[in-house]
């Protein structure tokens, strides 16, 4: 299972940012291990950010981001107590969410 | 209530996930910056100072290379950015709804010293912006 994600949120006003770090290690299918091994492929392919249910960022990525990605997103329009759930998807079809509230 | 009811609301709720885009493999696979605009339907796009793209000019590591994104062009809904000298020259595409930004911060990885380029999408049109990252220890192999 995926370790679970970090995030942080500050509210300013009624925007908010938001930094959340995923724990993956986004293998580009490049890289060779100590043996001299291909390392296989293996990276989150889609990012989305939910608040209060409504999709507001859908982002797909490559294998060009790196390691233990971190990504910072801006909210507008939200208040203190809103539901604010993160999830990704890997090239295995593994996946993580996680939940927070705004604040 | 029948097996094919069943089915049929098993696959009504399953629906609201299958809106979500999927990954653009075309896009993503292409191998010059050039077919990744392509499939992405990008035919062409005009400068724009409204596109910020705020990265290091030399990047010592090119495995973790923070480069953050601002659209102020109205409206934006899409951010896209392509390293043109990686292997595979998309990186990311971000969708934004009503609500969200068109903002992002996201380290990348730079195979080498290359030109990055960032597309944002307002109205049916495209707005680019570009910026030559300078990388001392590449990113991508090892």
Known sequence: ?103 | MTVQAVAALAAGLLLPLRALAAWNKEAFQAKTAADALKNLGIASSAESKDVLIEAPQIAENGAVVPIEITSNVPNTKSIAIVIEKNPFPLAAKFDFSEGAAPYVKVNVKLGESSLVRVLAEAGGKFYSASKEIKVTIGGCGG
Do not use: Y
Request: cysteine-free; charged content about 25%.
């Open chain 1, 1 to 103: 299972m995926a370790e679970p994600m970090k995030i942080r949120t500050t509210l300013k006003g009624d925007s908010a940012d938001v930094r959340v770090l995923m724990v993956h290690p986004m293998e580009t299918g490049l890289r060779k291990d100590a043996s001299g091994g291909i390392v296989p492929i293996h990276f989150i392919q889609e990012v989305t950010v939910k608040v209060n249910g409504k999709l507001l960022i859908e982002g797909q990525i490559s294998q060009a981001v790196s390691r233990n990605p971190v990504f910072s997103f801006r909210l507008k329009g939200v208040k203190a107590g809103d539901k604010l759930e993160i999830a990704w998807l890997d090239s295995k079809g593994e996946r993580s969410q996680i939940e927070t509230v705004i604040a």
